[in-house]
């Protein structure tokens, strides 16, 4: 069946522009996450959301970035004024009720902030 | 503050021979632990997860063990495949019941030689 997908796959931006990246969370799952890699690093936590509870922000570098999940499916994260220490891939995933059961990750949006 | 590590940053292995991949966790009430792993260019693949009411769990070729005395996850890989190469990263539930953020460790990468 269809994993979560991520797009775009690959995005260049000029330092100070504004960005977005999109999820498309596996269908049915309740729980989305948002988690930043850089290169040869771990994953870093972003933003979680699930069902219509208040979304878990802690994870937000600072107030330029921000997440959206609408409807309950499809999120997008905004990268505002983006700085060069932006760049890494951004990963999404999603689970079908959160903790307790496995988190299903996309490709990620590699980032490269000029 | 809390955190997951990993003891060993790299590990090389014959190919056929068994892999052990450590982890340390900080979290002592970290009830859910997680195996990831993620192959250059992909996001992170689910292998396996273990609650803290077990100590072993096994799947195919791969089982986790954890010891919580010692706060100490492994995961081993049977008859190692070149296929098994990749990074590893070991994640817990940091806010068990609570919070469901995985915080995930900086990696071991695994490489398989003939």
């Known amino acids: 069946g269809a994993g979560v997908s991520q797009s775009p796959s690959n995005k260049v931006t000029e330092k100070g522009k504004d960005v977005e990246l999109r999820c498309d969370p596996i269908?049915?799952?309740?729980?989305l996450y948002w988690y930043r890699q850089s290169l040869g690093q771990g994953l870093e936590f972003l933003i979680y959301?699930?069902?219509?509870?208040?979304?878990?922000k802690s994870g937000l570098p600072s107030d330029r970035f921000s997440a959206e999940r609408t409807g309950g499916s499809v999120s997008t994260l905004t990268i505002q004024r983006t700085q060069q220490e932006d760049s890494a891939v951004y990963l999404c995933?999603?689970?079908?009720?959160?903790?307790?059961?496995?988190?299903?990750f996309g490709n990620g949006t590699r980032l490269t902030v000029t | 503050g809390e955190s997951v590590g990993l003891h060993l940053p790299t590990l090389s292995v014959q190919e056929g021979d068994n892999s052990i991949i450590n982890c340390a966790y900080s979290?002592?009430?970290?009830?859910?632990f997680i195996w990831y792993k993620q192959e250059s260019g992909k996001g992170p693949q689910f292998i396996i997860d273990?609650?803290?009411?077990?100590d072993k769990r096994q799947g195919q070729r791969v089982t986790v063990l954890l010891n919580k005395t010692v706060k100490h996850l492994s995961l081993q890989i049977a008859a190692t495949q070149p296929g098994d190469s990749a990074v590893y990263f070991c994640?817990?539930?940091?806010?068990?019941?609570?919070?469901?953020?995985?915080?995930f460790g900086t990696g071991t990468r695994l490489q398989v030689f003939p």
């Open positions: 994640a817990e539930n940091l806010k068990p019941g609570n919070t469901d953020k995985l915080i």
């Open positions: 269908s049915g799952h309740t729980a």
């Open positions: 273990i609650r803290s009411n077990m």
């Open positions: 995933a999603s689970s079908s009720q959160g903790i307790g059961s496995p988190l299903h």
């Open positions: 959301f699930q069902g219509n509870s208040a979304p878990d």
């Open positions: 979290n002592s009430a970290s009830d859910y």
